[in-house]
């Protein structure tokens, strides 16, 4: 099993530029995250999808559109990109075992995203 | 919604030494505490968990203790060793198929041989 991927590991955009970054996972879970990670702020969620075909927002979801078209692929897409979004953007996974109690998120390696 | 607090943000221990990080959290709803480890370069991957109806977990070096009442938990390492050095988050949430996780701002652990 590859786990989880992401597409591309490394991005430069020009501010007002759009892009979409993919999400990828082989382990059949049902859920499925975006976060960004700046410093001295921790992983800070965008948006989630609790199965396929319904999406919603986290914490930080302004400037962010996401879509999951099917169960293994989550997309965040940029329409106009801005220098806040400079960051590093980690999607992850996870699924519901019910009454065991162990909810662990599978992280992807990253994106890193540069808009200047 | 849940605020998770922790701290250090940076600690540097001496190998063979032990390394405690700690967390507070602030909805008393949450029920479930994972803590992962961020080695450079790469996404977090869990280390430890622990649930709200368990006071201390441990898995050979790594412990995590649990307190509600205080609302606080933490993550003890003993005899580390540089392979240990990697940025650690806490995190709470509120456990049950989808989980809203609020993870802390983590803690860069530096192990110096």
């Known amino acids: 099993n590859a786990g989880v991927t992401q597409t591309p590991k490394f991005r430069v955009l020009k501010t007002g530029q759009s892009m979409t970054l993919l999400c990828a996972q082989d382990?059949?879970?049902?859920?499925m995250y975006w976060y960004r990670q700046d410093p001295g702020m921790g992983l800070r969620l965008i948006h989630y999808?609790?199965?396929?075909?319904?999406?919603a927002k986290g914490e930080v979801p302004d400037g962010y559109n996401v879509s999951r078209l099917k169960k293994q692929n989550f997309l965040l897409g940029l329409e106009s990109a801005a220098p806040s979004q400079t960051s590093v953007y980690f999607c992850?996974?996870?699924?519901?075992?019910?009454?065991?109690?162990?909810?662990?998120?599978?992280f992807g390696p990253g994106t890193r995203l540069t808009v200047t | 919604g849940e605020n998770v607090e922790q701290h250090p943000s940076t600690l540097s221990v001496q190998e063979g030494d032990s390394a405690v990080i700690k967390c507070t959290y602030s909805?008393?709803?949450?029920?479930?505490f994972p803590w992962y480890k961020q080695e450079l370069g790469k996404g977090p991957q869990l280390i430890i968990d622990?649930?709200?109806?368990?006071g201390e977990k441990k898995d050979q070096r790594i412990a995590v203790t649990l307190n509600k009442t205080a609302k606080h938990f933490s993550l003890h390492i003993t005899e580390t060793q540089p392979e240990d050095s990697a940025v650690y988050f806490c995190?709470?949430?509120?456990?049950?198929?989808?989980?809203?996780?609020?993870f802390g701002i983590g803690t860069k652990l530096q192990v110096i041989p």
């Open positions: 992850a996974s996870s699924y519901s075992r019910q009454g065991q109690g162990t909810y662990e998120q599978y």
């Open positions: 382990m059949n879970h049902e859920y």
């Open positions: 999808s609790v199965g396929e075909g319904t999406t």
């Open positions: 909805d008393s709803a949450s029920n479930y």
């Open positions: 622990i649930r709200s109806n368990v």
């Open positions: 995190a709470a949430s509120i456990g049950g198929g989808y989980q809203k996780v609020t």
